[in-house]
């Protein structure tokens, strides 16, 4: 089992040595989708496709849409107009077609959302016993590898309310996990966390990345942006702006929306 507690050397600007290419097949694609929140319109015609095994990291100013296009790809959010497919199926729109579809899209929220009133080893196993029929034992032993592999096995027991928030989100994404997901949705996975509680957090997420899992992360980390992406995605008033590899964008971003943001996050 991986063992969280060591956070791992990646050279910057790329996952480096050892972690599979992503392979330029498209697990995840948007077409010029739209969506609205009343007036305001929240995405702007984005085409966006994300390769089987990459890690796309999505930033941006408050207000750009980031986290509502996470959401989209899960169908938390329906758009008004676009296509939107994984793996070369169109989203469905509700069902048990749906269902199927968040199994195979994980999503770890800034909020953690586990159930209180079950244990940490409960709140991993329910997924795969519910959705994927597994057997109660076969779950719980796939729950605490899992539990192993992030770093909290030694709280399974306990209820979510007695973690800290850094364990409480390591949770969180070991219940992603445990549906096997096809591609993992990160929606400001730390913000909600104190300082000293983050790396532990994004140290699980750079070791997911090295392992060649495929991710799109909505953060402001840009430290982890520049680590463990192969894309970043700079989003302002519901469009794309700018895309390019970490490197290039934190070294050469090319419109002048990019060289402001990062002007001023990058200075304080």
């Given amino acids: 089992m991986a063992d969280s507690s060591v956070t791992p050397v990646i050279p910057a600007g790329g996952r480096g040595g050892g972690v599979p290419a992503p ?3 498209p697990l995840v694609a948007l077409t010029d989708v739209n969506k609205h929140f009343g007036a305001l319109h929240v995405l ?3 085409s966006l496709t994300v390769s089987r095994g990459e890690v796309v990291v999505v930033i941006g100013p408050s207000g750009s849409g980031k986290s509502t296009l996470c959401r989209a790809i899960n169908r938390l959010e329906p758009i008004d107009s676009g296509t939107i497919t994984l793996d070369g199926v ?26 209180a009133h079950k244990t940490v080893l409960d709140n991993v196993a329910l997924g795969p016993i519910k959705v994927k029929k597994m057997k109660p034992k076969d779950a719980r032993e796939l729950a605490l590898g899992l539990l192993e592999r992030v ?12 973690l800290s ?4 989100q ?6 992603a996990l445990a549906m096997a997901p096809k591609v993992l949705l990160f929606d400001e996975p730390t913000s ?16 997911l990345a090295k392992e060649g899992m495929t991710m799109l992360v909505v953060t402001h980390e840009m430290g982890f942006a520049r680590k463990a992406a192969d894309r970043v995605v ?23 929306r990019a060289k402001d943001f990062l002007g001023k996050i990058l200075t304080h």
């Fill in 23 to 25: 392979t330029g097949e």
């Fill in 165 to 168: 928030g850094g364990q409480q």
């Fill in 170 to 175: 390591r949770v969180a994404i070991a219940r």
């Fill in 234 to 256: 700079f989003m302002a008033d519901g469009q794309i702006v700018e895309q390019a590899d970490p490197d290039q964008f934190f070294d050469h971003p090319t419109s002048n």
């Fill in 44 to 46: 702007k015609d984005i």
């Fill in 151 to 162: 770093g909290v096995a030694d709280q399974a027991d306990k209820l979510p309310a007695q």
């Fill in 192 to 207: 909600a966390l104190d300082p000293e509680m983050v790396n532990e957090v994004l140290d699980v997420m750079v070791a």
């Fill in 90 to 115: 169109d989203l469905p729109e509700e069902g048990k077609a749906l269902a199927r579809l968040r199994a195979d899209v994980g999503m770890v929220f800034q909020s953690f959302n586990l159930f």
